[in-house]
């Protein structure tokens, strides 16, 4: 009776929302909780992603990060009976401390940067991305614990440098002795940029325009070059770290900031786009947590508030296309990120704003668009009205 009432309500959601034309290939997540045991079964996922692909097309899923290998056996076998991909998440510069021994990034004054809200469970530490002993880490932790469970391929998550979560100094890293070598090698001089930060204060931050395009104008050019040294820098490694991956017959998927505020991470889109099947900006309108455009753009603006030349952005439908315009012209398939999960206060997402932000997606004739957070926990009705 009760699958017959969420048909019903499903089919009405649909006729209600139901974006217009061609039909995009969706991607969902499965997000498992920690290392440990997996917050689902094997069949609660199974049923859940055959309710879902009767509803929306579903490529692709990325599941992770459990260590429990039967679980992506069977959820596996699934899948690819349907004719779906499997991809592992798999967190690269942070998350993964409990299971590997990682060296922490630094700020550029040598200290770790601060976490943001631990006791909320928010925070968590990044790791130098030039050490070779982390990337090292990974590829292991790929080839110990995930390489016999039948995935199609790895979707690289926590590819970046700590955001303005962790404050200026999250952002002002990694300062390590290796990264001031690699910072060297690109021509910047890592003491200059201290000494330039400490003295211009927030003013070092400032910008002369912003243009989707090319993003944000440094107006200090010790800022500009320092950036884009830090994009170089984290992008090549994450772009290594890729490659040795695909070498094992892995398609590669790539969690990235928005356009606009990928600089500030170090993802370089045109690194990074070489290196990748698929990358995955996520275009978090109403998300008031790390990740959501408005709400890392805010945290900037706090944490530099004298910086001059940053625009008031809206998070509306303009700002949305604005980033959709910006990652166009990149070389590999592309899944913008949309959130479909729920959560009153920090993600008030409703079935009009899925809707609404998929229409723009499509109008830019991409492969798809990736559902996230975790389609196991996404109100149906925000499913439906993407259907069929
Ligand atoms: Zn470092």
Not at 108 to 134: H, I, Q, T
Request: aromatic share 12%.
């Amino acid at each position: 009776m009760k699958r017959i009432a969420c048909f019903i309500i499903a089919v009405l959601a649909l006729a209600a929302c139901r974006p217009a034309s061609i039909e995009p290939g969706y991607i969902v997540q499965v997000s498992l909780g920690s290392w440990d045991s997996p917050d689902y079964t094997a069949g609660e996922i199974i049923d859940r992603i055959d309710s879902v692909s009767s509803l929306i097309n579903v490529k692709k899923v990325i599941i992770g990060w459990s260590l429990d290998k039967d679980i992506y056996h069977s959820v596996g076998s699934f899948l690819h009976g349907k004719g779906i991909e499997m991809l592992l998440w798999l967190p690269v510069f942070a998350e993964t401390d409990e299971v590997c021994d990682n060296i922490p990034a630094v700020d550029l004054w040598g200290d770790v940067p601060a976490n943001y809200d631990l006791a909320a469970g928010e925070g968590f530490r990044f790791n130098c991305p030039s050490d070779p002993r982390n990337a090292a880490n990974i590829i292991s932790l790929y080839d110990r614990c995930f390489s016999d469970c039948g995935f199609d391929g790895v979707f690289l998550d926590r590819i970046r440098t700590q955001s303005f979560v962790g404050g200026v100094n999250g952002v002002l890293s990694c300062g390590c002795p290796e990264c001031v070598r690699r910072f060297a090698a690109e021509g910047v001089d890592i003491d200059a940029v201290k000494e330039e930060c400490t003295a211009k204060g927030d003013a070092f931050f400032s910008v002369s325009s912003y243009a989707p395009e090319t993003g944000f104008v440094f107006e200090n050019p010790v800022a500009a070059s320092y950036f884009k040294a830090k994009g170089h820098i984290v992008s090549g490694s994450v772009a290594a770290i890729a490659d040795s991956l695909r070498s094992r017959g892995l398609e590669i998927g790539m969690d990235l900031y928005a356009p606009f505020m990928a600089p500030f991470v170090g993802q370089d889109y045109s690194i990074l786009s070489q290196h990748a099947d698929f990358i995955k900006p996520m275009l978090y309108r109403m998300t008031f947590a790390p990740a959501g455009m408005g709400f890392e753009y805010g945290l900037m603006r706090d944490a530099i508030p004298d910086a001059s030349g940053y625009p008031e952005f809206a998070m509306e439908l303009a700002f949305l296309d604005s980033q959709l315009d910006a990652m166009t012209p990149y070389p590999c398939a592309k899944y913008p990120g949309i959130e479909i999960n729920y959560r009153e206060g920090v993600a008030p997402t409703s079935p009009g704003y899925v809707t609404e932000s998929l229409e723009a997606v499509i109008a830019h004739s991409f492969e798809g668009a990736v559902l996230s957070w975790n389609i196991m926990e996404a109100p149906d009705s925000h499913i439906a009205c993407l259907g069929r």
